[in-house]
């Protein structure tokens, strides 16, 4: 596997970009659109929120066959609770660009992101279909990335090429997400562009295991969005061999998927609101992976916590107070924490008690936290951001 | 009911208290005794994290006869994750203030709070007892109040006065609580006292119904303590006949302990850590109480919904977000969300979207959000803090 430098998902074969300013935002690019010159394969996983975005429903029937040649998308208005009108709104875009296109309505998936319960300014957008269209080329893809934004910091999208029956084949990924973040799934938007050729089946497999293992193990502040959506298009310009189902190709091809989009999460919560740090924390020896990732998600989203990182503040309590408010099965006198490699807490007792060595040991800018439930065998790691009064003040305002 | 202007937890007959500084907290008091002259019936609700505070297994032996006579409350440390040597130190306070109260040990109760993690400076303490029980009298009630207070910015106390059976009856309580509060319970203590005569039976069933309608149902922060503790010492001084189980003096006493406790309660969410508004969150129409509960706790609780009342910001899509994510029953078209009295969604549409109209709204110091799931008829109300910059600066700090 090779990390492209500069890659961008217009690094995979056949995928063309554009994006503009549209006036949804106050100013910078609002409006993005990814193009693959031939028909795709396509996936997609959405919120699990019950209040979903209206494009959500739109594409789940778009991708009933499984494919798809352009994703058009929005930031600065999440198209969320506008009922109907919503509704219609969002097909009116997607026929627009069909029509712009050439191609088939069904072949346009859309999404939105941004403040929810507001209605689209729909003729700002539809007149701007034209221009977006045109415009399309294959060095866009920075200005896309940046079109996407709601309050992250910087652009995130990166590509890397694995080779496959001696083709290359390229994955790239575009994301935006840095609040309302958790899983299932983060709030967070991630477009996959990929050339390889991959059976439908196999492609919705590997991007299920993917987004399991990546974007739904972050939490930047324990908020679940309406409009989630990570989709793939695999247009199979590489011209490798199909990958089929249980293949070992199947088998790296996953592999580079999950790299991708764990790599991608990774950013979202780097770059989470008023984040400085990163809470990577690891339940072990519960008694089910249920519990063991209800666990996780007490710790990361525990605002004490999180505080006591973001203040290098040597509190450690706060942990085993989180853990023991999760509902999960364990003794108190058996649970271990551990903070940076290092044992803080054991056999009910503190063990490192030099308040100046704590702090040292936080004054990292990932710190890790390891709480050994010694209850039973299952495992799992969750990655979360610090709290700071940036945070709250990003939140307060933003509107 | 009357409720007794400057009224303390001395106001009910017998019942005397002190307070001094011993050195736990940088300065002012942070070592408070609550004392009744006679041997007094008892009874008490503990945190149901899984990892207490040492006190809470002393106190629950102690109460097993469900009497108790005196109560010994430190700030400043929690004296909780400290094992075997944190029960020692707290027997050791237990023996030295029976000592010198010339009472038993088992009418002894004790409760901590403060930093998890650390050993009581058990030398410091024992020795200033005998100062602190030679200073009892009928007028350091504000003193003690001010003792048990970690970050609270003012003592929380109150007494009312109630007849029964021609006879003046006063129940009183002190309370302490800012931050790490969510049900079961808040992070505080609440002591009540009253001259009540009443069964120990019938005690512990007021007491239950008047926590889980009052502290249980506020949210400061989402955080479950390790050391919650609501204890009520009934001394019986008051020459009322007996309250006893299933009487109409009985229901008279609960409602007058469960408005005291939920004065209380709401007191803590006003002083919540860095807080200015109170959010009372009522969840109607849910399929089960259970639901209801869990949607109200999840908007409560919601870092995005408590921004938006700090900021007196109009995006209200935060809170159908919030309640999409709760995990309970619904249609998303029959959900509907009222603002201050105003619906703003309502049919899977905004209703109401003048931003300034939202805006006069909020400016208020208590915010009502009611949410109508129309799935059934179970309904529940929770209290909870908007979210600023000064909470995460304190708990940033707090150490």
């Given amino acids: 596997m090779k990390d492209l430098k500069q890659g961008t998902i217009t690094s995979p074969l056949g995928f063309k970009t554009n994006a503009l300013w549209c006036g949804l935002k106050q100013k910078n690019p609002d409006l993005g659109l990814i193009y693959s010159i031939v028909e795709a394969n396509a996936a997609a996983v959405f919120t699990s929120n019950k209040v979903k975005a209206a494009h959500i429903e739109i594409d789940q029937a778009n991708l009933r066959n499984n494919s798809a040649q352009a994703v058009i998308i929005n930031s600065g208005n999440a198209n969320c609770c506008t009922g109907k009108k919503g509704k219609q709104d969002a097909l009116k875009i997607i026929s627009g660009l069909a029509k712009n296109l050439d191609i088939k309505e069904k072949s346009v998936l859309i999404a939105s992101t941004g403040v929810i319960g507001k209605y689209l300014p729909i003729n700002k957008i539809i007149s701007k279909i034209p221009e977006l269209v045109k415009g399309l080329n ?36 575009v994301a935006k997400g840095a609040g309302m973040i958790c899983p299932n799934m983060a709030t967070m938007l991630c477009f996959v562009t990929t050339d390889a050729y991959i059976q ?24 679940m969005s309406t409009n989630d959506t990570v989709a793939v298009l695999a247009n199979g310009l590489a011209g490798n061999t199909q990958i089929k189902d249980k293949s070992k190709e199947l088998k790296k091809f996953s592999a580079t998927l999950k790299y991708v989009c764990f790599k991608l999460a990774m950013m979202i919560v780097e770059d989470g609101e008023g984040a400085n740090k990163i809470i ?82 936080l004054k990292k800018k990932q710190v890790s936290i390891d709480i050994n439930l010694n209850a039973g065998k299952f495992s799992h790691t969750m990655w979360g951001s610090d709290l700071t009064a940036e945070y709250v003040k990003i939140n307060t305002e933003y509107n």
């Fill in 138 to 173: 294959f060095n866009k893809a920075e200005k896309t990335a940046k079109a996407i934004m709601t309050t992250d910091t910087y652009p995130k999208q990166m590509a890397v090429e694995i080779k496959l029956n001696g083709k290359k084949v390229t994955i790239a990924a």
């Fill in 200 to 223: 439908p089946k196999a492609l919705k497999q590997a991007l299920k295991e993917a987004v399991d293992n990546s974007f739904n193990c972050i939490s930047v502040d324990g908020e």
């Fill in 280 to 361: 990577q924390t690891t339940i072990k020896g519960a008694k089910s992976k249920q519990q063991a990732q209800a666990a996780a998600l007490c710790v990361v989203n525990s605002p004490l916590v999180k505080t006591m990182i973001a203040g290098n503040n040597p509190n450690w309590g706060r942990i085993p107070a989180s853990i023991g408010a999760a509902g999960v099965d364990f003794k108190e006198e058996k649970l271990e924490v551990t903070l940076q490699n290092k044992i803080v807490y054991k056999k009910s007792s503190p063990v490192l008690k030099d308040n100046k060595v704590l702090i040292n040991l």
